[in-house]
């Protein structure tokens, strides 16, 4: 971690990291394939019920780069049994808060459904998506977390398997529930949960391996100053899923509102599947950023802030790179892609290619903010990287989204998430000057 020239370093870890990012998306988008070719309304379901898995992520996501960022700058400072302590901590709190969720949410599911936003027509097939992915909401979160931890490790091929095999196993179990059994949206949600606890079970097993801090429930030792510090590392996650989840609930709502009478599941449907691929065009760079993370924690901890920087500035280029091929590639394609969910209707075709080619023009400039506030909170800055993180989904998304729809209808909801990129990407510049000079101060 300390030796490996970085580039080389950054692009190793990243190829496990991005296809274990990629295969996590891959999750929604192979549902939503699937039952796109049931109907709109079913569509739109599992697309409304999206909100509950970017919930469950938000808190997988916090405990797992809380713990993970913790346990990656004390590997660094060669602080062995602090690391262990925090593993624990880091996976069996989770456990705990997602067996509360699922014991809460799992036996009043269309009421949850139309707290997502979903309309009468749309709560059946929501609630049916739910039914077996809620009670799998303990595995589910715990299956991030330790895919957090073990990549900040620097193991993140162990989570790679865990992922990948869940992913593989999703897609045969769709395909086997949907089209030949006929058991429709049910079996979407019993594919999802299947895979998910076959996922969590590799990831665990990845933690046994040598080389990775084992999972020992007699170091299970919660105190204040433990999760002080997974709230320090883990804020920035926490608060840009938590606005991934308000910005995907309202944006259900508004698309609903302002669309042409009677065509409300189409609009719905149409953001759903264009948000749905966003996330997976998104998860390429999410990894490359998350490969370069323990690279960061490592040196930082080992005070090679030249290192640090070095790769802070390759990753931030490699990322910017890779979106303007996504971004070219998502906009050229764009009826192709949107067919691949449903062909069958007009209004969910014309809104979706429409909303997808907008922003992929915009697309293009969240690398430098990715990289920026990734930087931030594995350095333990967790205010700077809050302020960047909660940019994309809610600073600068949401206001957007009341304002512009009163005046130019539907059309200011396609507008919204290009105009929240580009005023991200503007209010992240400053923030990378900084940092980027006192880290060549520091060295």
Known sequence: MTATPVRRLVLRLAIPTTISMMVTSLYNIVDAAFVGHLSTEATAGIGVSFSYMIVVQALGFFFGHGSGNYISRELGAKRHATASTM??????????????????????????????????????????????????????????????????????????????????????????????????????????????????????????RDGSVHINPRKFLPTWRAYYEILMGGLPSLCRQVFNCTSAICLNYAAAHYAPAGQAASVVAAFAVVTRTMMFAFSFVLGVNQGFQPVAGFNYGAK????????????????????????????????????????????????????????????????????????????????????????????????????????????????????????????????????????????
């Open 304 to 443: 090679r802030y030249d290192r640090v920087r070095q790769s802070y500035l390759f990753t931030a280029s490699v990322s910017t790179a890779l979106l303007l091929a996504i971004s070219a590639a998502g906009f050229i394609f764009a009826p192709e892609i949107i067919r691949l969910y449903r062909d069958q209707d007009p209004v969910m075709l014309a809104v979706g290619i429409k909303a997808l080619r907008y922003q992929c023009v915009a697309f293009t400039l969240i690398g430098l903010p990715t990289t920026t506030n990734m930087l931030f909170q594995v350095i333990r800055m967790p205010i700077r990287s809050t302020l960047i993180s909660i940019g994309r989904q809610g600073l600068f998304f949401l206001p957007p989204l009341f304002l512009l729809p009163p005046f130019i209808g539907l059309q200011g909801v396609v507008l919204t998430q290009p105009i929240a990129d580009a005023t991200t990407f503007l209010f992240s510049i400053p923030f990378a000057i900084w940092i980027s000079r006192k880290l060549k101060i520091e060295n």
């Open 87 to 208: 593993a624990a901590v880091g996976f069996f709190t989770p456990l705990l808060v997602g067996l509360a969720m699922a014991l809460g949410f799992g036996f009043n599911l269309p009421t949850l459904a139309r707290l997502l936003g979903a309309t009468p027509d749309v709560v059946p097939y929501a609630a049916e998506y739910l039914r077996y992915i809620v009670f799998a909401t303990p595995l589910m979160m715990t299956s991030l977390t330790l895919n957090n931890q073990l990549r900040l490790q620097g193991n993140a091929r162990y989570g790679m398997v865990g992922m990948v095999t869940g992913a593989v196993l999703n897609i045969f179990l769709d395909a086997l529930f949907i089209p030949v059994l006929g058991w429709g949206v049910t079996g979407a949600s019993l594919a999802t949960a299947i895979s998910q606890t076959v996922c969590w079970g590799l990831l665990l097993w990845g933690t046994m």
